[in-house]
């Protein structure tokens, strides 16, 4: 893949994008297990906000992307890896498996109804806006 200023950018499986995702990961774990141990006792309400705040800025980062300025970095260290490790939708079917049938759907279908718009509120928000350096 091409980049502004020429060259490639690095395979997918190089050393250094891999190292970039293992960054970007472990930073987003560490920080949603700050935020579940911060507000202990409501598992469930703090890793919704966080998959939605986590879906909203990876909507964003999804428009940032598909900018051909964007830099090879991007997705390897923030969508990746930081945010794949700040959100955690596998919590969320762990814990809908043990609310039961009833309580498992509900809770499967907030995820839903507030993640998939948040991220494409993020994606709008960014794409709307002008690439940094450009006059408004």
Known sequence: ???PGGGRAPSALSPVVLGLVALGGGIGAVLRHALTLAVAGHSVAVILV????????L?????RLARPDAP??????FGVGLLGGFTTFSSVMAD???AGPAGGAVQILVQVVTCVPAAALGHGLVARGKPVGEGR
């Open 1 to 3: 893949m091409p980049r």
């Open 96 to 98: 809908a498996a043990a």
């Open 59 to 63: 909507g964003g980062l999804s428009a």
């Open 50 to 57: 966080i998959n939605i705040v986590g879906s909203g800025v």
């Open 72 to 77: 090879f970095w991007l997705r390897p260290v």
